[in-house]
């Protein structure tokens, strides 16, 4: 993984002392709430509902074992004890106290970390595949393109101050598991005709009050010219981009204005004065990043199957996980787990300081010290030799951490919502306890098969609700927190923008709404193999919303007939 050189070290730790200085005089009354705003943004520090949040930047979802304790520790220090695991693969702290943030900083910046760009309209942390460098259906490793877009975006003056926040996402594999089409700027790792690298790059995508899936503006951009050409379409952005309504300033909306065609006729404009200049990357400046990512010290074993296993352990509860937990790896005798932070008992993606200890010994232990997070909001150790899949399993199952729920109903995608957001409509973390309470029995979870659902409080879409196969959204309807409800949607290269199936429910409701789509469901699909999201797509939402209403009249029905 990257490790800090002494430019970024000397970087980030003059960046600690200017906002302890900025802290000092705002709490001294010196500094103004408007001045002091700017600058706590610039080191991803929110005022939330009922605290300050600190948003602290994972890289690509990137971490060691070191720099997961110091988490820990910090969390355990200066917080509740926890952590939340967001979509953008970083990790937030809800309950810090203004006043010891700085100290916070100072901590992350002694295991190479920091907060800076997880907030303002500025690029924000850059996202990739949990499973880059080690997937067997990638192309190459994305990670060495993500640390060259971190350090090139890293405190750039001309993109500080854009007209919205910007997010860019990078996947290198047969599926995109960096919902590249609903980012900013989306970037499909390719090769052409002769093997030469280079990039699909697809331009103003994402979701919140306007979603929208992006158009691709360039077929096949050479990895030389990654750096030029996404300066392009950033100054073109920052040049035209709305600044006078927020709801109107994202890159989204410039491109459905002037038209992809007209959009890139400006890039290209801008890009013929550049191309060939100073931020032309050369081979010698990505070898130097690429060293950083090289393989670990990988054994070499005989591969085993995973079927095999479960036959040797039988034990129907690790089989479940194999089957969902466990994920293909590019070296034979090794496989990807995912640690599901879905326990049902607490609010998904949350993770203690106890477990994040422990996770850090099981990297240590079996996964070469090394980790990821998901934008699915879990953890991930890339390099697990398949041999010791049950003893690893042994061990996440006692501390919570083995839900066999993987791409299931019960792996929820879910905002902290209106218990912390002070941007929230409603509650977001009640709504997915609900869900998970209903649909309890694995069995069943099992037999529904593979579905998203995403949960947002707000129109923000945090929670990547229009995604979701079943999206969820908190709405205000006259003071009272109501719940809007999508099906259809997807992520992937064929992503698609949920529809809402009609008018908003009461909190209360949803449980019932959701089982009521999935008996629509499982009463309608041609095969146990077709997914839910494939039936909604071949039947469309009507027969879903017919359900749906009907069996809300007919409760209403049975309320009154019962007084």
Known sequence: MYRYDHYDQAIVDDRVKQFRDQTHRYLAGTLSEDEYRPLRLQNGLYIQRYAPMLRIAIPYGLLSSRQLRALSDIAAKYDRGYGHISTRQNLQLNWPKLEDVPEILAELAKVEMHAIQTSGNC??????????????????????????????????????????????AVNAADTDRAATRVHDIGLDVLKDGDGNIGFRVIVGGGLGRTPIVGVVIKDFLPWQHLITYLECILRVYNLHGRRDNKYKARIKILVKALGIEEFRRQVENEWAYVKDGAATLTEAEVERIQQHFTDPAWKQLDDLSLEALAVEKNDKAFTRWLERNVHGHKKPGYAAVTLSLKDPKTAPGDITSAQMNFVADLADKYSFGELRTSHEQNIILADVEKSRLHELWLEARAHSLASPTVGLLQDIICCPGGDFCSLANAKSIPIATAIQERFDDLDYLHDIGELDLNISGCMNACGHHHVGNIGILGVDKNGAEWYQVSIGGRQGYNAHLGDVIGPSFAAAEIPDVISTLIETYIDNRESEDERFVDTVHRLGIGPFKERVYANKNAGKERAVANG
Do not use: M
């Open 123 to 168: 690029i924000r942390n850059v996202t990739s595949d949990q499973f880059a460098g080690v997937s067997p259906d990638e192309l190459t490793d994305p990670r060495p393109w993500c640390e060259i877009l971190r350090q090139w975006s890293t405190f750039h003056p001309e993109f500080a101050y854009l007209p919205r926040k910007f997010k860019i």
